[in-house]
């Protein structure tokens, strides 16, 4: 993506100009055309290593704080208009300005503001999008802002408390790693030198650790740069292959340890987006299959849409859920109990909720066990060091007593 300076004529003949990310010229003038803006002029902006290095984005967080201003000044009073003219002069973030200072010249240009937003749905997300479609539609957009907010910040939170798990199991066993290379790199070629020299039979210890030193220094480079390959490869995989792209998004819910908090953390979200549709005045089967594309996950989308298929066929949700296996069956019971008392909405929020507690209880139990986990697993490694250098030593002692 590019940032474009661009200048246009609105659908009043009014010359308008601006920045604008887009791929290229095209696809930046099908942006605008979503604004009823035809493009005159368009030009990359710089785009010097300085200039990169300097420029902000529309972060996840930048999207929550304008949406609780949007919620509390609408709800004070003060036009929608008024509100994104304020914030494009005063928001401290330059992209943000950007973003609505486009949004501003294309409600200006009659536009709602749901579609004033679609050329950044990146940004926004689907849903986002959606919910304020509704809000618009019904008159209720504070009331829609709200929910979203609340959404968003859950969200915002459980990402937090998942990353918070990854990251330092992830930065330990780097040094860990690290220092066993280096061991094998520099310590233990000189320590098998001295032991080597001594002479003797050489235990199966010693011998594991020489041909690993070995193997270690001969194949450095490409040990270094066998992860970024992998990673490469994973990732271009993922986006040709659909069947591979399912297997392994369904491969790591069964992780050890991660997997089950993985999943738990795509049922929460994906019950708690489908609470915040539907009770918004989305249709089921629509709330639903933007829920499954919330997920970003393949098993589970395969999951929403065979439940989709079996809903419009005529069975009961809870039942096409449970046919379908995309919730577990705690989440099925209050489901059937939402489904049967007529508060679909309010079930599904409580399996939000409980599924939000079991994803955060179990992050909680992972974390004072990891480094336990890798201390034993550093001491096994300086314990084979300690056998295979020692041991050598020790026989040779014994031999000359």
Do not use: C
């Not at 098998?192 to 210890?205: D, K, N, S």
């Not at 594309?293 to 949700?317: D, F, H, K």
Request: proline residues 2%; charged residues 20%.
């Amino acid at each position: 993506m590019q940032t474009f300076r661009f200048q246009g004529i609105n659908r009043y003949g009014k010359r308008v100009r601006g920045d604008m990310l887009a791929s290229n010229e095209k696809d930046l003038e099908q942006r605008l055309h979503h604004t009823h803006i035809e493009l005159i002029t368009a030009k990359v902006k710089s785009n010097a290593w300085w200039h990169s290095l300097r420029r902000s984005r529309i972060t996840r967080r930048d999207i929550i704080v304008m949406t609780n201003q949007f919620r509390q000044l609408l709800k004070a009073g003060v036009s929608l208009m008024e509100i994104i003219d304020d914030l494009r002069r005063t928001y401290d973030n330059d992209q943000v300005r950007e973003m609505l200072t486009v949004v501003y010249e294309a409600m200006e240009g009659g536009e709602t503001f749901s579609n004033a937003l679609k050329p950044y749905e990146s940004e926004f997300g689907h849903v986002y999008l959606s919910l304020v479609s509704v809000g618009e539609r019904t008159g209720q957009l504070d009331k829609i802002l709200a929910t979203l907010e609340t959404s968003m910040q859950w969200e915002e939170a459980l990402a937090a408390k998942a990353k918070k798990v990854m990251i330092y199991p992830s930065i330990v066993g780097l040094v860990v790693l690290s220092v066993v290379m280096m061991m094998m790199l520099f310590v233990v070629p000189q320590l098998l030198t001295f032991i080597q020299q001594m002479g003797g039979e050489l235990g199966m210890a010693t011998a594991s650790l020489i041909a690993t030193s070995d193997f270690i220094q001969a194949y450095i480079i490409e040990l270094l740069i066998l992860p970024f390959v992998l990673t490469a490869l994973i990732k271009a995989w993922l986006k040709r292959s659909n069947q591979f792209r399912l297997w392994f998004d369904r491969v790591i819910f069964r992780l050890p340890m991660v997997g089950g908090v993985l999943y738990k953390i795509k049922i929460a979200r994906l019950a708690g987006t489908l609470a915040v549709m539907y009770a918004s005045g989305v249709n089921f089967r629509d709330s639903l299959m933007l829920s499954g594309e919330v997920a970003s996950n393949a098993y589970i989308e395969q999951a929403v849409m065979r439940s989709i298929r079996l809903i419009e066929e005529g069975e009961l949700i809870y039942k096409a859920f449970e046919q379908s296996e995309l919730f577990p069956p705690m989440a099925l019971r209050m489901v059937r109990i939402g489904e049967q008392s007529g508060n679909m909405d309010e079930a599904l929020n409580h399996v939000s909720e409980y599924y939000d507690n079991e994803a955060k209880e179990m992050i909680d139990k992972i974390e004072p066990a990891v480094e336990p986990l890798l201390t034993v697993f550093m001491a096994v490694i300086v314990g084979w060091v300690m056998m295979a250098v020692l041991g050598p030593v020790y026989d040779t002692i014994s031999q000359v007593q």
